[in-house]
Nanobody, 124 residues
Framework: QVLLAESGGGSVQPGGSLKLSCAAS?????MAWFRQVPGKQREVVAG?????????AYADFVQDRFTLSQETGMDTLHLQMNNLKAEASGLYYC???????????????????WGQGTQITVSS
């Protein structure tokens, strides 16, 4: 089993920045961030392989404003979010695979392990 611990959410004004973090207990090889808003399914934000060759991937709406990073020797994933807009608000979830073999990284149903979610609110 894998346990994911998320942190870094909160409230910020438009144009501000936040940094999300997800720490995994248990071996994983792929981690991702998803966003969910009321009435909609979880939508992928970004994801990458862990503990090997980096292969970051981002959703189109990110538009070069978000950046993934990892801590050496740890199954910890960070998402630096800059120039935040109101549309970025939502409940952000960390997700992970123990062994990811190139499936649909953008599909929430492909992930078995999830964090509890951390809220991000972008407003004036």
């Amino acid at each position: 089993q894998v346990l994911l611990a998320e942190s870094g959410g909160g409230s910020v004004q438009p144009g501000g920045s936040l940094k999300l973090s997800c720490a995994a207990s248990g071996s994983v090889n792929y981690m991702a961030w998803f966003r969910q808003v009321p009435g909609k399914q979880r939508e992928v934000v970004a994801g990458t392989y862990i503990g090997g060759r980096p292969f970051p991937a981002y959703a189109d709406f990110v538009q070069d404003r978000f950046t993934l990073s990892q801590e050496t020797g740890m199954d910890t994933l960070h998402l630096q979010m800059n120039n935040l807009k109101a549309e970025a608000s939502g409940l952000y979830y960390c997700a992970a695979h123990r062994i990811f073999k190139g499936g649909k990284w953008t599909d929430a149903t492909e992930y078995k392990y999830w964090g509890q979610g951390t809220q991000i609110t972008v407003s004036s």
